[in-house]
């Protein structure tokens, strides 16, 4: 084949636009910081780093999430302690009026503390996380339990509930959901048998009946007992929540550590491979220099 000036010359301009690209992507990488600047530099690579950060996302989602489950728990937790708290002291004021040594003053004295922490476990019942009620089941926006009406004559009249025992569930991860709500009849027992029993206690001590504060006793039993299971139950949630985040935690490390190594620059090797693309340009441009003599046309002009 015969070599002119012409394919010597289209040959060089050829090689020097493939020098002068390669120049200009290694300056682009190396102001950028990224190794893939546009789709067309590397698509697998690209990929690779959408698939990653598509990950990132998902798992950061999952742990905001976690994240209010968890402080639904706290608070939830916090209520069924209170709670807790007061079933114990109401036992000891049950054991004081069941004791027979009480005069009728103090009966009733007794009755108005136990009609006060009625009330009080009402509040405790009635306990909200960011404007929802904890225990209302899915009914979240209206308060699950009215105030005691102690005019009424009939016990179930007394106290009125809008709870249902639905559960709330948050997705916790990749097809995975958790209920992290504690229903009122899981905490306060069935026809909210804890305040009803405080209600109960109340009109015992004020008509001074032994038979029945000896059985709201044992009946306050079960309930301090439905407190303690509720709370165990809320604690073992806090405890898988946390496992789950912790493991998504080191997940987003990892990916991060990945989508690094794919897109960022070695800026150490990428400027050492910018000078030796300078002096190939270099190069180049001396060879274009030779290459292209005058000829006789030149010098005829």
């Given at each position: ?14 090689d020097?636009?493939r ?32 698939k ?128 992290v ?6 905490a ?66 990892t ?15 990428a ?22 003599q ?8």
């Amino acid at each position: 084949m015969r070599i002119t000036n012409n394919m010597m010359n289209t040959a060089f301009l050829q090689d020097l636009q493939r020098n002068l690209r390669h120049l200009d992507t290694m300056q682009r990488r190396i102001n950028s910081g990224k190794v893939v600047s546009r789709p067309s530099d590397d698509p697998v690579r690209l990929q690779q780093i959408f698939k990653l950060e598509t990950a990132i996302d998902q798992h950061e989602q999952y742990i905001r999430a976690i994240d209010d489950a968890d402080a639904w728990l706290a608070s939830t937790d916090a209520a069924l302690d209170q709670a807790g708290a007061i079933v114990i002291r109401v036992k000891g004021l049950a054991v004081q009026g069941a004791n027979g040594t009480n005069d009728l003053d103090a009966m009733r004295a007794l009755a108005d503390e136990v009609k006060q922490i009625a009330e009080q476990l009402v509040g405790v019942a009635n306990a909200t996380h960011a404007g929802r009620y904890v225990f209302a089941g899915t009914n979240t926006t209206v308060k699950p339990f009215s105030d005691i009406d102690w005019e009424a004559a009939d016990l179930q009249d007394k106290l009125q509930s809008l709870a249902n025992t639905e559960s709330i569930h948050y997705e916790i991860g990749p097809q995975v959901t958790m209920p992290v709500n504690t229903t009122a009849e899981k905490a306060f027992g069935k026809d909210e048998q804890a305040i009803r029993l405080l209600i109960r206690l109340e009109g015992a001590l004020r008509a001074d009946d032994k038979d029945e504060i000896n059985t709201i006793l044992d009946e306050l039993d079960v309930v301090e007992s439905q407190l303690l299971t509720a709370r165990s139950e809320v604690g073992a949630r806090m405890n898988r929540l946390e496992a789950t985040k912790s493991r998504f935690t080191d997940d987003i490390i990892t990916y991060r550590a990945l989508k690094s190594q794919a897109e960022d620059v070695d800026v150490s090797e990428a400027i050492m491979y910018l000078k030796t693309q300078e002096a190939v340009y270099h190069a180049s441009l001396a060879v274009g220099a030779r290459l292209m003599q005058p000829t006789l046309v030149d010098f005829l002009r």
